[in-house]
């Protein structure tokens, strides 16, 4: 296109719109690995002490074992819902089913519907079924809740399949199952890997759900971990050392996003196509 | 390559005879399919329409952590004759239901014991009047009085008679045949009407009601949390989501690519924060001793905690800290519009000599309508019902100034530290919410349709 405009001052009213976030950003990781004087912005000491608590348990419990608790929410929950939604949503794909359009309308609501405000009733829920204060209970309610987006992107990656493949083997004398199981299955891989990578940073950055339905719990995640650490200093804020244990909590998000960036985006753009 | 052309011979012929048989099993029902989708349907129902159809029915009842969930006990206490009393309930009647009779029983002479009475006292009152009954207080005082081994002091004799007093009041009973039993029997006189209207007070269990309903509808708080409400929506929408959105999609737009491939990946950081984190950057952003009070000082200007100092600092903060994630879903969606945007068209406007400006007013506005639509519907529904930020930043102060409504219903549900979580009350608050979210949902379905609302990016990152 050409430039028959000035690029400046709009570079600078997006710098100025941006800056709160690339401040914050920014000295996230400056003062990771660096301390300033009390009432300075500028850091003029380089220190690794923040990064102690990976080493030491004494500084602010055991982060490994919060990590591990992490680690289990989201793959477990990642399991659940790549085998529930390429299933169900292969049956809604291709499969003859009753009120098969009343099941899509329903997913797409559900899609739709802020789940947030079923937590009082999935409360109700867990406490009859005695799964309150269990991980269980989270991840089952995290990837139920899921499930609706799930089921949407995978129909999305189905539909996307040419009819012909399917024929062809079935005219080869393979079942439906085993059409899918062989055939399909890695035509859908691409979405396979996005819905699985998205629901494993949804299942690592989760907050609500484990603090509220497994207060008790024994197994504390990261995110409830991080966020006591701030609730409970009531003298002042070591922001620093919360800052480290942060990047460390999001090194693997931004770590999948790098590697997945490409097929995430896959989810975004054309993947989905109706 | 023979046999894949020898093949749709075969399989030409193996269609024209299979063809009415696969329309026949196009016909009924697909046991795959039923055993493919029965997990998360399972799972659909437990944990979506389960808790929608709780959250209906809780809604009516006044559940909270002192019913408890399970069953209910009956037992009359003093705070409920009081409340009696407003609705009809006679002095003398509650006088009667509230008096005690003295009978001396085993009960009775373990509770003088444990009272600390003198041993050979109770024991006296064990040998001679096991079995006794008295109505009145002063009548039994006097009669332990005569005895040869009572006290001097008329306190000891006072504790002592009152160790054998039953009344029925603060006694716990499983049925309301119990209870109403040993209310017969305490206050015989009570006319029905006023013996059921005490049973029915005495359940401890949840019961159904429509007073939620009639208490949001009335208490004043309502109208400011729907005001709190509006006012964080729309201000979040308009300035952020869409205005900010917009503006960045625009400018970046027309930006050489370096400079678009960073502030998009700026832009994006929100999005794939964990929540926690997030909030933890801006309480460092605002929160006293952190950098904006700081960078305030330097510069002389008032500095004080941000996001709960004062009432307009924190509506700044929480809008902001809800809008940046908000730009940022703008801005994808946005920018993904802008893209599909013919580029002939632009070219052929610059060919006819139109600025930058006219360019985005005449051509890329009229065409943003729908993006621009679809963000408002969508993202005023996730504005209604979320509340982690505003959880994790403000919580809703200073005082209940920047509470809005999914966060009080959360909180009147499930987390405040008074200790008495209102189930019901905050079920009701959410069914609003439900039913807001599920009208809303609906209705933007059919406004983008089936395909409209999948072909575009709408993840929320």
């Keep these: ?103 899509l309308a329903g997913i797409m609501v559900m899609h739709a519907f802020p789940a947030v405000t079923l937590l009082i009733g999935v409360f109700f829920v867990l406490n009859f079924t005695g799964l309150y204060n269990s991980m269980i209970g989270v991840i089952l309610v995290k990837g139920a809740l899921m499930l609706p987006f799930g089921i949407w992107i995978m129909k999305g990656f189905y539909d996307a399949v040419p009819w012909e493949i399917e024929m ?65 200093d009531q003298l002042g804020y070591d922001f620093n050392l919360f800052k480290s244990v942060g990047v460390f909590y999001t090194l693997p998000v931004i770590l999948l996003f790098v590697i997945f960036q490409n097929r995430l985006m896959n989810i975004f753009g054309g993947g989905t196509k109706g | 390559m023979m046999s894949s052309f020898a093949k749709p011979m075969t399989d030409g012929t193996a269609r024209a005879t299979r063809r009415p048989t696969r329309r026949k099993a196009r016909g009924h029902v697909s046991g795959l399919g039923l055993l493919m989708m029965a997990p998360a349907l399972i799972m659909l129902l437990a944990f979506f329409f389960t808790p929608v159809a709780l959250t209906g029915v809780f809604a009516f009842t006044d559940l909270s952590t002192s019913t408890g969930i399970g069953r209910g006990t009956f037992v009359i206490t003093p705070t409920d004759l009081r409340q009696l009393r407003d609705r009809g309930l006679t002095e003398d009647e509650a006088l009667a239901i509230s008096a005690a009779t003295y009978s001396v029983d085993d009960a009775g002479l373990a509770a003088a014991r444990a009272a600390g009475a003198d041993a050979a ?52 009973h499983e049925t309301r045949d119990a209870l109403a039993a040993q209310l017969d029997a305490t206050a015989p006189d009570l006319s029905d009407a006023v013996r059921d209207m005490v049973l029915d007070a005495s359940y401890t269990g949840a019961v159904f009601t429509t007073e939620n309903f009639t208490r949001l509808a009335t208490q ?13 929506v729309g201000a979040t929408l308009s300035v952020f989501n869409v205005g900010l959105g917009l503006f960045l999609a625009i400018v970046l737009f027309y930006m050489p690519k370096p400079v678009t491939g960073f502030f998009s990946t700026v832009w994006l950081l929100p999005r794939i924060t964990p929540v926690v984190l997030y909030t933890i950057m801006w309480k460092w952003f605002t929160w006293e001793d952190g950098f904006l009070p700081i ?47 013919p580029v002939q068209q632009l070219w052929a406007s610059e060919v006819d000599g139109a600025t930058r400006l006219q360019q985005v ?44 409504w999914a966060l009080e219903a959360f909180k009147t549900a499930l987390s405040n530290y008074s200790g008495n979580l209102e189930y019901g009350m905050g079920a009701a608050m959410a069914l609003i919410l439900v039913v807001v979210g599920l009208a809303l949902s609906i209705i933007y379905l059919m406004i983008f349709k089936f395909g409209e609302l999948v072909s575009r990016p709408k993840i929320e990152f």
């Design chain 1, 168 to 232: 062809a083997g079935v005219q080869d004398g393979a079942s439906r199952f085993t059409v899918w199981r062989r055939l399909i299955l890695p035509q859908v891989k691409p979405g396979l890997v996005a819905l699985g990578v998205f629901s494993f940073l949804d299942g690592w950055g989760e907050y609500l759900l484990p603090r509220i339905l497994a207060p008790g719990s024994e197994m504390t995640v990261l995110s409830v971990f991080l966020n006591e650490l701030i609730a409970a």
């Design chain 1, 1 to 103: 296109m050409t430039r028959n405009f000035s690029t400046i001052p709009l570079i600078l009213a997006i710098t100025l719109v941006s800056l709160p976030l690339m401040v914050m950003y920014g000295f996230l990781i400056l003062d990771t690995f660096t301390d300033a004087p009390p009432g300075e912005l500028w850091p003029d000491r380089f220190t690794l002490e923040h990064w102690r608590f990976l080493f030491d348990t004494s500084v602010v419990g055991n982060v490994w074992a919060a990590t591990g608790n992490s680690l289990i929410l989201a793959l477990s929950m990642m399991v659940i819902v790549l085998s529930l939604s390429t299933t169900a949503a292969y049956a809604i794909s291709r499969l003859h089913l009753p009120y098969r359009r009343f099941f």
């Design chain 2, 220 to 232: 004043p708080e309502t109208g400011r949390l729907i005001a709190n409400t509006a006012l964080y």
């Design chain 2, 295 to 341: 960078l305030a000082e330097q510069v002389g200007l008032p500095s004080f905690n941000y996001m709960k100092g004062s009432v307009v600092t924190a509506w700044m903060t929480m809008i902001s800290v809800n809008g940046f994630i908000g730009a940022s879903f703008g801005l994808i969606l946005f920018s993904g519009a802008l893209r599909a945007i």
């Design chain 2, 361 to 404: 007013r005449r051509i890329i506005l009229p065409q943003m309508r729908w993006p621009i639509l679809f963000v408002t519907a969508y993202q005023t529904l996730s504005l209604l019902s979320s509340y982690e930020q505003i959880w994790l930043t403000t919580n809703g102060g200073p005082g209940k100034t920047t509470t809005v």
């Design chain 2, 121 to 172: 006292f109770v024991d006296q009152i064990a040998e001679r009047l096991t079995g006794e009954s008295y109505e009145d207080q002063r009548d039994f005082e006097r009669v332990l009085r005569d005895l040869p081994a009572a006290p001097r002091s008329p306190r000891a004799i006072k504790s002592a008679a009152e160790a054998f007093g039953q009344s029925v009041l603060n006694r716990r």
